[in-house]
Each structure stands twice: as C-alpha cells, then as structure tokens.
Nanobody
Framework: QVQLVESGGGLVQPGGSLRLSCAAS????????MGWYRQAPGKQREKVAT???????NYADSVKGRFTISRDTAKNTVSLHMSSLKPEDTAVYYC??????????????WGQGTQVTVSS
C-alpha cells in the first residue's frame, strides 16, 4: 500500500514563511514526477509546483519567486518552501506523486492534504 503523508501546514501571518513536507511510503519501484497542488474554498484544485525525477521544476505563475520545491530521491520526499505568503495562498495543499508500482505501471497518488492559512 503506497501512501503519501504530508506535514507542515498551519497558520502564518502575511509575509511569513512555511515549509511543507511529504513522504512516500510502501512498496514501489520508483517515483517519477512529484508535486504540490492546492484547493481554496469554492475553487478548483490547481497546480502549485512540480519536480521531475531529474530535478526539473515548474511553478504556477502566482508563486514564482516565492515558493521553492525540492525533493530527496533517496528518502522519497518532496518539500515546498513558501515565503512572502499572501492571504490568497490560503488553501488545502496536497502532495502528489506518479509512482511506478511495478514494471510498466505508473499510478498517481495523493496525500490527505494539509491546511495552510495566511492571516493576520
């Protein structure tokens, strides 16, 4: 059973920083792309940032220059460092991963979500 477990959400003031982490556990061959998505109340889930197995990153325009995604391939973890946070960054943040569970089979997995609230 493959699981993604997130940690690090919480309440932060505008302009502050927060770091989210996500660890993959279970039985699998390898992990391809990993990423972070978010969903604010009344809105659709949107991509925040992704990172390939080779370390190439991609960011939503709204977070470029403020958020940094990184991964530790050996530990099967992905992190999101968020700085200069704005109230509009408030959302539930979800970790995602494309995991090779056996030869020729890659499946998408999601974490349970962690709340990030930016408010004074």
């Amino acid at each position: 059973q493959v699981q993604l477990v997130e940690s690090g959400g919480g309440l932060v003031q505008p302009g502050g920083s927060l770091r989210l982490s996500c660890a993959a556990s279970g039985s699998f061959f390898s992990i391809n792309d990993m990423g972070w998505y978010r969903q604010a109340p009344g809105k659709q889930r949107e991509k925040v940032a992704t990172i390939t197995s080779g370390g190439n990153t991609n960011y939503a325009d709204s977070v470029k220059g403020r958020f940094t995604i990184s991964r530790d391939t050996a530990k099967n973890t992905v992190s999101l460092h968020m700085s200069s946070l704005k109230p509009e960054d408030t959302a539930v943040y979800y970790c995602s991963a494309a995991i090779r569970v056996r030869f020729g089979v890659v499946l998408p997995y999601w974490g349970q979500g962690t709340q990030v609230t930016v408010s004074s």
